[in-house]
């Protein structure tokens, strides 16, 4: 069954105007918006309230992994396989940090990898609803998810904080 991801576009030549659009926005209640930018900016993300990424909560668990993984792995290997030199110990911590090391790099670098491809909802299958190619050179975009009912609403404050074209936008999503 499909359903309409709907909303308005307001196109703007200038960042302070996009983010007054952002903070009137806010201030009647709307929270689902996407920026389109030709740049990044911070002062954007800062608008739209953007939270914390969760990736260095993966790369975290990729290296407790990995650390884990490399004392297992060498000390199991050495109890199932003893070659006792030089009256030495057969479970020697100091020579296996090397590998314990190796191990939490490698799976903190792959789970950082996974998280953030998790995290961005790669591959994206579709392209966005509001994207025109206009915002990749030199206007700002500001997409507001809303209903029909509240299009008024939102043309009023879009113009109100300098949009210079308002146009619907939808997608078609199956659920």
Known sequence: MADSVAGLVGSF???????EAIEQ??????????????????????ALEKPVSPVRYFTLAGCLL???????????????YPLITGGK?????PPFLIIVFELTILFGGLLTLGGMLLNARLPMVGIEPAYHPRFSED????WVRCADKDYETVTSLLKNAGAEE???AGQESES
């Open 66 to 80: 990995g650390c884990l993984t490399g004392f297992i792995l060498t000390i199991a290997t050495s109890l199932y």
């Open 25 to 46: 926005l806010h201030a009647a209640g709307y929270r689902e918006l996407q920026a389109l930018s030709p740049v990044p900016h911070h002062a954007i993300d800062e």
């Open 89 to 93: 110990p057969i479970v020697s911590i």
């Open 139 to 142: 206007q700002f975009g500001l």
């Open 166 to 168: 308002i146009l619907r």
């Open 13 to 19: 030549r200038f960042v302070d105007s996009l983010l």
